[in-house]
């Protein structure tokens, strides 16, 4: 009979760890402002009953002390759904996470005007029918100059542009 690798055995020692892990994925996420993703490991986390014997690690982000207070001001912004703004104000980071929230904002910023003019399309009238995100041409310009501060996260948002263009090759 075939054995199973560790991941997948359910002893509690594994449900613990994978427990653990959920819960630093949802900071990381958090971190990120990557909301949804935060709230699906804190849920996944807290439907495993066993309990928790140790609090995970804070994610170490790679932000200066000088920069922090600028990055902390552009999270609240984000959570305000003021992406222009939070953007703007990571505009002089270069550290990866802000660089990630600056692009991130955006084109969050670009969805909200691509939504907004597919709801003013109600117009019959309008000559044109375009409602793609407008920040995407822009962004990925500055992305593509912006590759060496690139970490995953930024990387997988330069493929969504990419994929959003479509320039799926390149993505």
Known sequence: QKKLPAYMTSSEDNMQSLKV???????????????????????????LSVPLLELP???????????YPRFLFA???????????????????????????K????????EKLRAEKAVDYVDVFEQS????????????????????SLDGYGLYLYAVVLRDLNLRDQA
């Open 129 to 148: 029918n375009d409602t793609s995100n407008p920040e995407l041409r822009q962004l990925k310009t500055r992305m593509e100059e912006a590759r060496e």
């Open 57 to 67: 690690t804070p994610p170490v982000l790679n932000i200066s002390p000088n920069n």
């Open 21 to 47: 892990r959920l819960l630093s994925g949802a900071m990381e996420c958090s971190e990120y402002c990557l909301i949804s993703s935060s709230k699906w490991c804190a849920e996944q986390s807290n439907s």
């Open 75 to 101: 999270k609240n912004l984000f959570a305000m759904k003021e992406y222009l703004r939070a953007g703007d104000a990571l505009e002089s980071c270069t550290e990866s996470p802000a660089v990630f929230l």
């Open 103 to 110: 692009f991130y904002c955006k084109y969050l910023h670009g």
